[in-house]
T-cell receptor
């Protein structure tokens, strides 16, 4: 059973701090990794895609990928109360005709305190 | 911008009814997906489609069927609704290859 694991949280950080969200995956051949943000009662919104080992930065967000360790992380710098949401890690299923399918973690709930 | 439209935000139906959930996209994406999301269980894939008239079962297809007669439209059908199908239903689309999926706003379905 291919899996994506995330700490469910809640992760609580003060405003202005760095929030660090972590994700591990079991399928060694996965090639595509995504972070989605989901506000309560809303649908998931894509915030980052990463395909290669290393860091990828977009504004206050940095995604980090280590394929050897099967580990993906998301750093949020200068956290704001508006960042309070559940963050979903998603990894592609790379087999057969299902390369476009994603396996989602259950999400980490982030709370940024003013 | 990616636009995925689900026909209803909230829907209330009775057990035994046949329920249709519609999803329309305007990006000419080949791939479309239906998920349900429940507290503690996360997102679970019901059905997906890689092309018109093509459909594949996901992880939890029982009690559901789908239809894709046109590229832009993917319908989820609950053949005979049951209370355990009360959930948030999410449609997603993507281009081919390793592109991300983009979600509609979701339909919160209650079966009474």
């Amino acid at each position: 059973q291919k899996e994506v694991e995330q700490n469910s949280g809640p992760l609580s950080v003060p405003e202005g701090a760095i929030a660090s969200l972590n994700c591990t995956y079991s399928d060694r051949v996965s090639q595509s990794f995504f972070w989605y943000r989901q506000y309560s009662g809303k649908s998931p919104e894509l915030i980052m895609s990463i395909y290669s080992n290393g860091d990828k930065e977009d504004g206050r967000f940095t995604a980090q990928l280590n394929k050897a360790s099967q580990y993906v992380s998301l750093l949020i710098r200068d956290s704001q109360p508006s960042d309070s949401a559940t963050y979903l890690c998603a990894v592609n299923r790379d087999y057969g005709g299902s390369q476009g399918n994603l396996i989602f973690g259950k999400g980490t709930k982030l709370s940024v305190k003013p | 911008d990616v636009k995925v439209t689900q026909s209803s935000r909230y829907l209330v139906k009775r057990t035994g009814e046949k329920v249709f959930l519609e999803c329309v996209q305007d990006m000419d994406h080949e791939n479309m997906f239906w998920y349900r999301q429940d507290p503690g269980l996360g997102l679970r894939l019901i059905y997906f489609s890689y092309d018109v008239k093509m459909k594949e079962k996901g992880d939890i297809p029982e009690g559901y069927s789908v239809s894709r007669e046109k590229k832009e439209r993917f319908s989820l059908i609950l053949e005979s609704a049951s209370t355990n199908q009360t959930s948030m239903y999410l449609c997603a689309t993507k281009r081919g290859g390793n592109q991300p999926q983009h979600f509609g706003d979701g339909t919160r379905l209650s079966i009474l």
